[in-house]
């Protein structure tokens, strides 16, 4: 059996777990990515790919309005549930290729974990279309840091499941050479943006069990909905017996890496 990519829950269900198992970002990185816009708070933010709504989450009180988009209709569901109608929260069906904002009207635009499935031409012309002169835009991604223990557990259980299930796909352990190699400045650059910057930024969080579970299934090219239940359960009952051996019950930190890539429209 080779490694199970098929959906076995409804995508609806899905987004719910996604949401569980995400717990946002960090008020560090949130902070670093106010850095150089409005002393006051954001006229308008947007967010790409915005899943469930994890970064108007966390910018909810930095910004007088924020519209997140996603093309797929069951994380604008997820995304609506979370904010129960807050009215300066808009959800839209979207993709980034193509953004329904008026030229010059976004002060910040974010993209978390989703650069790589864009056009990046395309998309980056949109943002620089929409991003009031001087506007920012943040393009970033978390991963768990490697140099922790529980990176050290998770890559022995991967090892053993990877095995055990006889999955063919590579262990990507670190993710920033990866992210070297999808060229986010220099497409920056070349669609005018300035002051370009790469920072990567280390923040814990406190992760429960579930989280666990989906930190040892993103190695193996898949997040938890789109593993088989099998495959799953072997990954829980492994880390739990892990957990168990070191004391944890359920909740455990983890120190996970930003990867902050930054640029603005020029004035
Ligand atoms: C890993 S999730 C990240 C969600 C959220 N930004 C977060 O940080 O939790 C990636 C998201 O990118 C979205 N996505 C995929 N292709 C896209 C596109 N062309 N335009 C906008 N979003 C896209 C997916 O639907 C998915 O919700």
Known sequence: MGIVTKPWKSNHKRSKDYELIRKGYSQRIVREILKGTSNHKLDHLLDLGTGTGQIPACF????????????????????????????????????????????????????????????????????????????KVCILWKYPNQNTWQANVALRIAKKTIKKFRI?????????????TLPVLSNLKKHGF????????????HYSFLDWVSLMTWPMGA????????????????LYLALQ????????????????FQGYKKK
């Open 60 to 135: 909810y009180s930095f910004a007088k309005k924020i519209t997140g988009t996603d093309p797929q209709k069951e994380r604008i569901t997820q995304a609506n549930i979370r904010f129960n109608q807050k009215k300066k929260v808009t959800f839209r069906q979207e993709s980034a290729e193509k953004i329904k904002e008026k030229n010059n009207t976004i002060s910040l635009v974010t993209a978390a974990q989703c650069y790589q499935y864009f056009k990046k031409d395309k998309v980056i012309k949109e943002i620089h279309r929409v991003l009031h002169p001087g506007g």
């Open 168 to 180: 063919t796909l590579p262990l990507p352990r670190d993710m920033e050479p990866q992210l070297k």
């Open 245 to 260: 051996k070191k004391g944890f019950k359920n909740g455990i930190f983890e120190t996970y890496d930003h990867f902050l």
């Open 223 to 238: 997040g938890t909905g789109t593993l088989d239940p099998k495959v799953l359960h072997f990954i829980e009952n492994e």
């Open 194 to 205: 300035e002051n370009l910057s790469y920072k990567k930024i280390t923040s814990k969080y």
